[in-house]
């Protein structure tokens, strides 16, 4: 093992090269002012017409392909293997590449199909990508921390290394899904950026000016550029719906004990008044129905012990759908939406308002109703959400940092300045509080069925997933869009909208900023850097309403042109 953090760090990022072949070098790379967007044409000039045509389809339809043998598991999971090298080599968004693991398991998939003639489960040759905190036999985890290179979460002798499989890795296998890679995330997991001492800075295929987002970031990245066609991130304070919103995804942050966390790394274990949890990104709706459909099929709560007993309720979807059937003589029945133009705290950006605007009159076009959203104070819920991150004052974190020498990058560091632990006191305190401030909102949302002229509560929130379209490197500075929904532990979906466009998205030159927070966002923002960029929003509904807000995402995804 390498003496110094600086050598063992090079070492794995140099293996991590070393694994992708040699005819999927990319022999000169373009500068962000050569190339700033490397999607579409430009990573499609490295693959073959029929790669194109495979890593540009969805899962859905890769499935459909799959399960009748008009595609063979094995030339779908080489294709993305491809573009995911390449989209490393752009972007740095892998931790862990198993190539050759991922095409021995699609060939015996294909060997199944052609022994039995029919696929071995809901997802069979599926290609399926997982942030770098799922444990997967044979494979390292080092969620971005140089001291748990060659270790089990900075451990020795445990038994676990390269064995140990989270349950969702187990149940991905068992549905048929080809696993591949696992992907970038910024070391401690709390950022909105994804950058780490081993791999750098993950950027943004789209935009590389931008951020891919964090913590899930190289989920993002990877599945912005088609070099996965759906994987899985996780979310405590936005790190899923940051880096679809900010790559043109969809993406669900689903309530806790919906979907199974059982057996992955995380950061601050343990703390259990705001929970990590794990949803899909992907670029299309139906994508995001599929894996969590096949998932709960495989009763996840027989296996992790904080999962619901919660199968998949047809009947919430199709309350949805049916209201919105315009074929059906007896629909009319219209949805009533939220809106939350900004929190009072810190005010979007221009490409962010218009994007409200863009699905607000598309709603209202289509008879539906719009609300302002007038809810209790989001800033007495951030005040307490955001001390369960310093409950442990970052021993966690600070421990793992130490297994090395390596030092915090500059968008983490000031868990380093934390000192104070909480005591037990102090943090039933904040459970105590956060109680509370779940049943106010939950009173406001009820009381809204009266003011609504449908009779119905609101149905879904629309809002702002952060101030900006995407954040510029060491410029995220505010996480109270997102961080209000895990508190109060929502169902919250992104959906894609438009783009920037420098002409339309200019600077309000007469804006004075609330405080210097806000002055900060407002700054980080210019027309001609972004220019191009996904824009994108979340709905947000109530506890556990996942199969409501897909469909209800879905559709708004088709009013707005997605």
């Known amino acids: 093992m390498a003496d110094s953090w600086q050598d063992r760090a090079k070492q794995k ?11 999927w070098r990319i022999k000169d790379l373009p500068s962000v002012e050569e190339k700033r967007d490397v999607t579409g044409d430009y990573i499609s000039g490295f693959l073959s017409e029929k790669e194109v045509a495979i890593t540009e389809t969805d899962a859905e339809k890769i499935v459909e392909k799959t399960a009748k043998g008009e595609w063979k598991a094995e030339e779908v999971a080489r294709a993305f293997c491809h573009r995911a090298a390449l989209a490393h080599q752009l972007l740095n968004c ?47 985890t080092t969620m971005g921390y140089v001291g748990w290179i060659g270790t089990f979460e900075g451990k020795t002798g445990t038994g676990k290394e390269k064995v140990h499989e989270s349950e969702m890795v ?10 591949y890679c696992k992907t970038s995330v910024p070391h401690t997991l709390m950022s909105g950026e994804t950058m780490n001492n081993i791999i750098g800075y993950t950027f943004n295929p789209k935009n590389r000016n931008l951020t891919a987002g964090g913590s899930s970031g190289g989920e993002g990245a990877l599945i912005g550029i088609r070099g996965s066609p759906v994987g899985f991130g996780t979310d405590i304070g936005g790190s899923i719906r940051i880096p679809a919103a ?7 942050r689903p309530s806790t004990g919906r979907l199974p966390y059982e057996g992955m790394a995380n950061s601050m274990d343990g703390q259990n008044t705001i929970l990590s949890v794990v949803g899909p990104l992907a670029p299309t709706l139906g994508s995001l129905r599929l894996l969590v459909k096949a998932i709960l099929s495989q009763q996840p709560w027989l296996h992790d012990p904080l999962v619901h007993e919660m199968p998949w309720r047809d009947s919430h979807e199709r309350e949805i759908t049916t209201l919105l059937n315009p074929e059906d003589p007896n629909s009319g029945a219209k949805l009533c939406f939220g809106v939350i133009a900004t929190d009072g705290i810190v005010t979007p950006t221009p490409p962010i308002r218009r994007a409200i605007d863009i699905v607000v009159n598309a709603l209202r076009s289509q008879g539906h109703e719009v609300v302002e959203w007038q809810p209790p104070s989001h800033r ?31 968008q983490v560091s000031s868990f380093s300045t934390l000192e104070k632990q909480y005591s037990a006191a102090e943090i039933v305190a904040v459970n105590v509080r956060l109680r509370e401030l779940k049943k106010h909102y939950m009173e406001y949302w009820n009381s809204t069925a009266k003011l609504s002229k449908t009779g119905r509560c609101v149905d879904a929130v629309i809002g702002p997933v952060a101030p900006w379209p995407a954040a510029r490197p060491e410029k995220y500075a505010y996480y ?14 992104v959906v894609p909208v438009t783009e920037v466009d420098k002409k339309i998205d200019v600077v309000d030159k007469d804006y004075q900023p609330m405080d210097e927070r806000d002055r900060t966002c407002f700054e980080s923002y210019d027309p001609e850097i972004y220019d191009g960029a996904h824009v994108s929003l979340q709905l947000v509904g109530r506890r556990l309403q996942e199969e409501k807000m897909l469909a209800i995402a879905e559709y708004v995804g088709k009013v707005v042109g997605r």
Request: glycine content about 8%; charged content about 20%; overall charge negative.
């Open 13 to 23: 990022r140099e293996a991590i090269l070393a694994a992708i072949p040699l005819e």
């Open 94 to 140: 892998l931790h862990e590449v198993f190539f050759d693991a991922a095409i021995e398991s699609a060939r015996a998939l294909d060997a199944y199909f052609a022994e039995h003639g029919r696929p071995t489960g809901p997802l069979h040759g599926l290609p399926v990508s997982l942030k770098d905190q799922f444990h997967v036999k044979d494979v390292e």
């Open 170 to 179: 187990r149940e991905l296998r068992s549905l048929g899904a080809v696993l």
């Open 246 to 252: 900010f790559n043109g995804l969809y993406g669900i």
């Open 380 to 410: 007495d819920i951030l005040d307490q959400a955001f001390k369960t991150w310093e409950f442990d004052a970052g021993t966690d974190l600070k421990g793992a940092f130490a297994l090395s020498g390596e030092p915090m990058l500059p």
């Open 480 to 493: 109270g869009y997102t961080t209000w929904v895990n508190a109060l532990d929502y169902t919250s979906v």
